[in-house]
Structure formats: structure tokens, C-alpha cells
């Protein structure tokens, strides 16, 4: 019985997710075109160009790496979901530790890098390398905001943190934790892959780079998962920082869970509205402008965060 | 009755002996394989012995010397890390192994590390410590005779540094074991707090410390003493390097919680705490912290697969430094576990090099590419081990860290806990340029009829692979035994799970939604259609076509943007300037040849009459 209510829970989180992710996708799409004042496509667009490509009628492969990478690169992504707060339902939410969560949402990309580099492609080998710089760079203001969560809330637990939030106010309301919010939401700039940090795919320079090979079904495999990676990473900043949301306020449980995932979900448009205006606005750096931008700015700002919160 | 401590520590010397008298090809193997799971079989049953009493001693006394030994919990873990990994690479020096004077240094070397874990006093310590570096000098020397003179030096430094700090504390203590000297320092330490005269004073304790953290940090590879490893790491077989890489370095990890036994209380008591942690520990902490960062970079930016790994291994050795600096009982077994994995990692890794080697003969990334198709076995050991070490859970190399970080961001060191992530991302960074360069892309050519791994080899990583998978997904059978080492439960949770009580990991769990994760992944990608399997050729070039004429993979300077950010750093080295050091010490014995050495007797009379009368005008 346990097992059959966590599956169908699982379940539903998932369908939730990917459905959100896709809707982002398309807001994405939108709001970037009306600030190009175009009018751009509906904003189930991408839903479309996914069942597209899933339905290909053929694909080509690269050998077992290339297929298992982007199966890895799902499967990890679902992991990750699984992990962080979702209001009151999520599954291992007591699991939830910030380092843990950090990690996971990094590795879909190896996933990716390995199918990617297994093609032999010298594209997706250039995009690889860029895109590892470009971890390399954001690891160190993501670390220092971390590091500023865990010494302020003396605690590793996602859950207890957003537990906190709701008495002790949102995150973001105490300097440190400002600063740090600061420093990772430019981090989530190059984690969602938009400009300024978007050199790893560069479309139109190196063909997208680790995705150039993609076609037919992996690249549908890789559209879900870049829907759910979305929906869980602004679900991620919205818990740690923006206060999370955990309604108790009405008689029924059901309206109660439909409560959160509305508070949550405006919590989360805010931070894709941010990455999206500051992507339509910036031009693309280098790797090396974009590494030397995240090791100075919001590695300051980050590491000063870390420090106040240790003091 | 021989003593079962005395054979873990003299079964493998006494089998490289036999190996290189009994020269002969199988034979010298076969014994080989024996010295080495001799000790690790009576480790494995002294584990019982250890369930029933907290420690086995034994000691014999030579010519007036009495040598003693001790096997408790925490020598007991080290030991099953010499045992575990040291075995495996002996199954791959089967394979690799030229001749039996390697069996007989490698052998020699596991007996020195068994040595250093197992003993209880500062004599046997610094002697099995000589001859481990002897045995490994040796193993270098045979290989390449700069690269072993640079270790070898260094490790004279270390010795030095090593035997004066001894010589500081006999003369004072006048004991050698562990347990006099533990009890003296204890004492000093709560003299000091009394405010009595302590018989060490404030700047000896701190000399000694020094020369310690010299010595020790020579072995495991601390900025800005790594220099020699690099290069002694790569010159020398592969699958010895394992070992060197994965056992030898951690007589240095061994070292520095030696520190923490026989000087710890009385350094803690004398230079105070920050937060909860050692001052003194803060100073290793740092190192560790640098070593990690200046490992990693110069681990992306290699050209050569045994350099790369050796570097990895510097930056790795460096969180474990992090965790034991930082003091407190959990960071402490948080680095012990880091030991561990890094052991079983890097092990694996070594071995992984160690065969592409002896079936590639090539050592360089140019020259490579596109393996794994030839190797599928090696490559399904190489990505239990890039994950492992990359530290996605759930392997053991995130247990291992993730405690690590938790450790160290508890305790409030945001500047250490950045130096961490910067870590974990650097690693991510030279493992997909190892993976890019070997594995993937157009193979050249020459590469292929290229074939898989030797079987002995094939066993040996395999018996690692699945010790980091199985100490990955169950990370509490390893938190249990770091428990006893303290005697309480620092790390509670069943074996499946670590709990910390303000952080939580359970292996089972990951594993089960990633299983999950993965199916339903798959079950979308099967419910798609068929795939058709084109050649590596056949990628998207805007419109040119892809030819084996020409290689198109990225395998030199892979991480070319990196230098360039960097370029300004890595202008300074500490290996340039040690070699600027010794060529001036050369010039000025040029000099000092030319000038005052000349050779000349009458010239040699006049420096006596000089000295004389300078003596006399002293009043000697």
C-alpha cells in the first residue's frame, strides 16, 4: 500500500514538473519574442516539438553511450526532482540535504557530455569543454552560497530550512543570505544555459555544441529533461531563498497542496522572469570573460555572504 | 610462534625476496599474489580478535631497542587499505610487471606502509617510513632516474625533518613509544593549563609540529611539497602506482593523525580553538584546501594520462588534509573515509592507466582516442571510477565527500567549504578530459587491433569497482567501523544511511529513484523508434564530410581557455623554483670550485693560516 501511494505520488509530481517545465519553455519562447516585439509561438510550442521528435520514425545512434548517456541524463534529473521540498508532498524530502541536491543537479549534465563526446562530434567536443568551464566558474559563488545556507540555518536539510522561512521570515530578508541569493541567481544564468553564459551551446557559432548529434527521440529525452531540470532548479532557488511555501491555512489537505504548488509556482515564474530578462538583454561572453565574471563579482558577494553568516 | 602482527608486516618482503631469488617466470607471480593476501587474510580475521579487545600488541626487543606493534581500530582501517589495494595491485603487476626486481621493491614497500601503520613507537615508525620510500625510490629509479633523484630528495628533507623532531622528543621524554610520549605531551598540556612550567616549552612544540607537518606532508603530496609526486607517480609502473598513489600517500594521512595523538591535546590547549576546531589543525586545513585547487587546475591542463592522474591525486589527498585539519571527530572520520575512497578510486584508476598502457604503449592524450569500443571492460571500470571520484552519489567517492563538506561548512569555514566546491567542480573538469581524449572520438589508425584488459588485471579492478559501488550504496559499514574508532556513534544511521543529525544521506534510497529515474527514461526511449548505428564519421560538419584521413577530436590542449584565464598563476611554480634553487646551488659550487677549491695546495695553506690566525685573534 506504502509503495503503491509513493509511486502514484512520484508520479504525479513528475507529470506535475514536466508539464510546468514545458510551460516555462514556452513562456521562455514568449516573453523573449515580445521583447524582440515579435509575437512568438503559443506557449505549448515546445509540448509540440517534443511529441515531434519522440515520434521520429528514425533515429540514429552512436553506440551504447550515446543512448545510455541521455537515459542517465533523464534518470538522474528524476532523482533530483524527488529530492527537493515540494510543498508537503514531495517524496524524500527528509533526505533533501543542500549538498546532496547541489551535486544532483549537476550530474544530468555528465550524462549529457558523455552521449555527447561519444558521437566523436568535434562540436560537441568544444561545447563540452566549455560547458565544464563554465561549471568550473559558477562552482565557486553556488559553493560560497551554499556554504552561507548551511553555516546560517545550521542545517543541511532543505525542508527544515523552509520550515524556518516560515516563521523566521524569507531567506533573503537577512544580509547574508541576500548576498548569497544575489550570487546564485546569477549562477542559475548559466545553469538554465541563457545568455550572457550560453557559450557551451552557442547556436549559430558551434551548432549548439554538446547537443549538435541529437535527433528524433534523444533530443525529445533531452527536451523532458531540460523541462523537469527547469521546473527543479527554480523549485530549488524558490525553497532556499524565497521562503518555500508550506500552506496550512484551509480545512482540506487537497487545497491546502494546491495552495503551495500556486504560491510556489509564482515564486518560481519570478525567478525564470529574472534569467529571462537578463538573457534577452545581455550579448554572449567568452569562457574566459564568463569565467573571470563568476570568479569575481558573485564570488565576492557569495564569500562575503558566507563569511557574515559565519560570524 | 610467530607473531600474526609480524607476518602482515613481513609476509610481502619475505615474498619479493623469494620472488627475486626464485626468478622464474609464474612462479615469482604465484608468490607474489600469496605475500600479498597472507596479510590481508589475517587482517580480515584479526577483525574478530579486535570485536572481543580493543587492541593485539606485540614487541620484541633488538639490541637494546624494543620495537613494539600495535593493531587497533584506527591502524586496523589503514592496514585494510594497504591490504585491499596493495593486493590488487599486485594482480596487476602480474600482468605489467617486468621482472622480479620490481616484485621485489613493490613487495617491500607493502611491508614498509604495513610497518608504519602498525607501529607503536617512533623508532619502528621512522624505520618501516625509510624503508617505504626506499622501496618506492627504488621502484621510481628504474624508470626514470630525474624523476626519482626529485622524490628522493624530497623525501630526505621529510626524513630529516622527521628524525630531528624525534630526536627533540627522546631527548626530553626519553621513551619512544607512542604511549610515553602521548602520556608526557598529555601532562605538558595540562601543565600549561595550570600555569606551571611545561617540559616542552611554547616554540620547541612548535618546532616539532613543524617538522612533522614537513615530513608527513612530503609523503602525502601537500602544496607546496607536492613536486616530486607528479613525476615519480608517472615514472614507474602503473599498476605499482596504485599502490605508491593509493597506499604510500596515505602513510602521510597516517602521519598527520599521529600529530594528532601524541601532540594533539597539548597544540589544542596551547594555541587555542576556532570555533570548535584546532588552530594548529587550521594551518593543515589550509594546505589541504590549496593543495586541492592547485592539483585540480594542473590535473586539467596535462598532456600525459599518468600525469593527470597523479595530479588528481595530489588535489584528492587534499580534502582528506581539509577533513583531518579541521579537527573535530567528525571531520576526522570524514577524511579517514576519504582515505578509504580515495584509496579504492584512485587504485582503480591507476589500474585503469595501467592497462591502457601495457595494451596502447602510449602514454600521451594526442596519441589516443576512441577506446571504448576496443576496451568496453576497462571502459565500464573507468566510469565506475570517473563517477566515483567526480563524486556522484551513489558511489563512495560522494559519501566520502559529502561528509567532508558537512564536516567542514558545520563547522563555519566558508573559505575552506569554497575551496571544496571548487574542488568537486575541478574534478569534473580533468575527468572529462580524460574520458574526451581515451575513450571517445576517431580512434587513430594504430589503435585498432588494440585489445581489452588482461584478465589479472581485469580482476583487480574489478574487486575495486565493486568495493566503491558496494561502500557507495551501503556507506554505514564503513561509518560503523569509523565509529569504533572513537568509541561512540559520530555517525549514526542504519548501513544504508549516514545521519548526522543537522544532514542526512542514504545510499539506498539514491540508488532505488535512480533506478527509477533511469526507467523511465528508458521506457520512453524504447517506446521510440528503432535506432540505426552510423560510424563515427558520420556527424553533422556543416555540409563537409567527416574522413578518417584527418582526426577532428580535440586532444591536445583540451582545456586551452582555462590556460588562458589562468596564465598569470601558473607563471609561478614551486617545482621551477626548487630547480632554480638547486641550479644555484650548483653555480655557487662552480664558483666556490673555481675561486676558493682550486686545487692548489699552497693555496689550501694560506686558508689554515688565515683560520689560525683569526682563531687567535679570537682568543681561542
Redesign the interface.
Known amino acids: 500500500m506504502m509503495v503503491i501511494e509513493t509511486a502514484l505520488k512520484a508520479l504525479l509530481i513528475l507529470l506535475y514538473a514536466t508539464f510546468v517545465g514545458f510551460m516555462f519553455m514556452g513562456i521562455i519562447r514568449i516573453v523573449t519574442a515580445r521583447i524582440h516585439r515579435r509575437v512568438g509561438p503559443p506557449i505549448y510550442q515546445p509540448i509540440l516539438d517534443t511529441i515531434k521528435l519522440l515520434s521520429k520514425k528514425s533515429s540514429i545512434t552512436h553506440g551504447l553511450i550515446y543512448d545510455f548517456g541521455i537515459i542517465y541524463a533523464l534518470g538522474a534529473t528524476i532523482l533530483a526532482l524527488m529530492f527537493i521540498p515540494l510543498g508537503g508532498v514531495s517524496i524524500l524530502r527528509a533526505y533533501g540535504d543542500l549538498i546532496l541536491i547541489t551535486f544532483l543537479l549537476e550530474i544530468p549534465m555528465l550524462g549529457i557530455m558523455f552521449a555527447a563526446m561519444s558521437s566523436g562530434n568535434p562540436w560537441a567536443g568544444l561545447g563540452a569543454q566549455r560547458a565544464l568551464l563554465t561549471l568550473l566558474a559558477i562552482q565557486v559563488p553556488l559553493g560560497f552560497a551554499i556554504v552561507a545556507l548551511g553555516e546560517f540555518y545550521g542545517t543541511f536539510s532543505t525542508y527544515q530550512i523552509v520550515m524556518a522561512q516560515q516563521s523566521m521570515g524569507w531567506s533573503i530578508t537577512s544580509l547574508p543570505l541576500l548576498l548569497a541569493a544575489v550570487a546564485y541567481d546569477l549562477v542559475l544564468q548559466a545553469m538554465f544555459g541563457k545568455e550572457p553564459f550560453d557559450i557551451m551551446i552557442a547556436p549559430g557559432e558551434i551548432s549548439l555544441g554538446p547537443m549538435v548529434e541529437f535527433g528524433g527521440k534523444h533530443m525529445g529525452i533531452l527536451q523532458i529533461q531540460h523541462a523537469i531540470a527547469l521546473f527543479a532548479e527554480t523549485l530549488f532557488f524558490s525553497n532556499i531563498f524565497l521562503g518555500g511555501a508550506v500552506i496550512t491555512a484551509f480545512a482540506s489537505p487537497i487545497i491546502n497542496t494546491l495552495a503551495t504548488l500556486v504560491v510556489l509556482l509564482i515564486k518560481q515564474t519570478a525567478v525564470l522572469m529574472v534569467a529571462i530578462f537578463i538573457g534577452a538583454i545581455f550579448p554572449r561572453f567568452t569562457i574566459d570573460q564568463a569565467a573571470r565574471f563568476y570568479w569575481k563579482w558573485p564570488t565576492i558577494i557569495a564569500a562575503a555572504g558566507a563569511i557574515l553568516a559565519a560570524l | 610462534m610467530i607473531n600474526e602482527l609480524m607476518i602482515i608486516i613481513f609476509a610481502p618482503l619475505l615474498a619479493g625476496v623469494l620472488a627475486w631469488i626464485f626468478d622464474v617466470k609464474g612462479i615469482r607471480e604465484g608468490v607474489a599474489i600469496i605475500g600479498a593476501a597472507v596479510p590481508l587474510a589475517y587482517l580480515i580475521q584479526a577483525y574478530q580478535t579486535l570485536a572481543s579487545q580493543p587492541s593485539i600488541q606485540y614487541s620484541i626487543v633488538l639490541s637494546g631497542f624494543k620495537f613494539e606493534f600495535i593493531l587497533y581500530h584506527l591502524s586496523w582501517v589503514f592496514a585494510m587499505i594497504a591490504g585491499v589495494v596493495g593486493f590488487a595491485a599486485v594482480l596487476g603487476m602480474v600482468s605489467t610487471a617486468k621482472d622480479s626486481y620490481e616484485w621485489l621493491f613493490a613487495l617491500m614497500s607493502l611491508t614498509g606502509v604495513y610497518g608504519v601503520f602498525l607501529a607503536d613507537d617512533l623508532i619502528s615508525f621512522f624505520i618501516f617510513w625509510e624503508i617505504m620510500t626506499f622501496a618506492s625510490f627504488m621502484m621510481v629509479l628504474k624508470y626514470n632516474r630525474k624523476a626519482s633523484l626529485k622524490y628522493f630528495l624530497l623525501s630526505v628533507l621529510g626524513a630529516y625533518a622527521m628524525l630531528i623532531a624525534i630526536g627533540i622528543i627522546y631527548a626530553k621524554v626519553g621513551a619512544f613509544d607512542f604511549t610515553s610520549v602521548q602520556r608526557v605531551f598529555y601532562q605538558d598540556a595540562m601543565r600549561s593549563v595550570m600555569g606551571s612550567d611545561t617540559l616542552f616549552s611554547r616554540n620547541e612544540l612548535l618546532l616539532i609540529f613543524g617538522l612533522f607537518l614537513t615530513a608527513f606532508g612530503v609523503k602525502a603530496g601537500t602544496f607546496p611539497l607536492h613536486v616530486w609526486a607528479p613525476d615519480a607517480y608517472s615514472e614507474t609502473n602503473q599498476s605499482y602506482t596504485a599502490m605508491f598513489s593509493g597506499v604510500l600517500s596515505k602513510a602521510g594521512v597516517y602521519g598527520m593523525l599521529v600529530i594528532y595523538i601524541l601532540l594533539g591535546t597539548r597544540l589544542m590547549y596551547e594555541f587555542g580553538n576556532i570555533g570548535a576546531a584546532p588552530k594548529f589543525g587550521y594551518v593543515i586545513a589550509f594546505l589541504g584546501g590549496i593543495t586541492i585547487i592547485v592539483g585540480g587546475l594542473l590535473a586539467a591542463l596535462q598532456e600525459d594520462i599518468r600525469k593527470l592522474f597523479a595530479y588528481s591525486s595530489i588535489s584528492q589527498i587534499g580534502y582528506i588534509l581539509v577533513g583531518i585539519g579541521v579537527g573535530t571527530a567528525l571531520s576526522i572520520e570524514a577524511a579517514i573515509y576519504h582515505a578509504i575512497s580515495h584509496a579504492l578510486f584512485k587504485g582503480l584508476f591507476f589500474l585503469i592507466v595501467a592497462t591502457i598502457i601495457h595494451r596502447t604503449g602510449k602514454t600521451q592524450f594526442k596519441d589516443m582516442g576512441?577506446l571504448?569500443?576496443k576496451m568496453p571492460v576497462t571502459f565500464a571500470m573507468a566510469f565506475v571510477a570517473i563517477?566515483s571520484l567526480?563524486?556522484?552519489?551513489p558511489l563512495v567517492g560522494?559519501a566520502s565527500k559529502?561528509l567532508i563538506?558537512?564536516a567542514v561548512?558545520?563547522q563555519?569555514?566558508?573559505?575552506l567549504?569554497?575551496m571544496?566546491?571548487?574542488g568537486?567542480?575541478?574534478g569534473?573538469?580533468y575527468l572529462?578530459r580524460f574520458?574526451?581524449a581515451v575513450?571517445?572520438?576517431?580512434r587513430p589508425t594504430e589503435l585498432d587491433d588494440t585489445k581489452d584488459a588482461p584478465l589479472p588485471l581485469a580482476i583487480a579492478m574489478g574487486i575495486l569497482a565493486l568495493l566503491n559501488v558496494v561502500f557507495g550504496i551501503a556507506p554505514g559499514i564503513v561509518a560503523g567501523e569509523l565509529n569504533k574508532i572513537f568509541g561512540k556513534e559520530i555517525i549514526q544511521g542504519t548501513i544504508w544511511e549516514l545521519n548526522l543529525g543537522?544532514?542526512?544521506?542514504?545510499g539506498l534510497?539514491?540508488t532505488i529513484?535512480?533506478?527509477?529515474?533511469?526507467?523511465?527514461?528508458?521506457v520512453?526511449?524504447f517506446?521510440?523508434?528503432?535506432?540505426?548505428?552510423?560510424p563515427?564519421?558520420?556527424?553533422?560538419?556543416?555540409g563537409n564530410p567527416v574522413t578518417m584521413d584527418y582526426n577532428?577530436?580535440?586532444r591536445r590542449n583540451?582545456?586551452l581557455?582555462?590556460k588562458?584565464?589562468l596564465a598569470f598563476w601558473l607563471r609561478m611554480s614551486f617545482d621551477r623554483l626548487y630547480q632554480d634553487i638547486g641550479s644555484w646551488v650548483e653555480d655557487l659550487a662552480e664558483t666556490l670550485r673555481h675561486y676558493i677549491y682550486n686545487g692548489n695546495v699552497q693555496a689550501y695553506a694560506w686558508y689554515l693560516a688565515a683560520i689560525l690566525i683569526i682563531l687567535a685573534l679570537w682568543g681561542v
Open positions: 576512441g571504448a569500443e563517477l567526480a563524486g556522484i552519489p560522494f559529502w563538506f558537512e561548512i558545520h563555519n569555514m566558508p573559505i567549504g569554497g571544496l566546491f571548487f568537486s567542480a575541478i569534473f573538469v572529462i574520458t574526451y575513450w571517445f572520438g576517431q543537522f544532514g542526512r544521506y542514504n534510497f539514491i529513484w535512480l533506478v527509477v529515474g533511469i526507467l523511465i527514461a528508458a520512453i526511449y517506446l521510440g523508434a528503432k535506432v540505426r548505428r552510423v563515427v564519421t558520420d556527424t553533422y560538419q556543416a577532428l577530436t580535440i583540451f582545456f581557455p582555462l588562458e584565464t
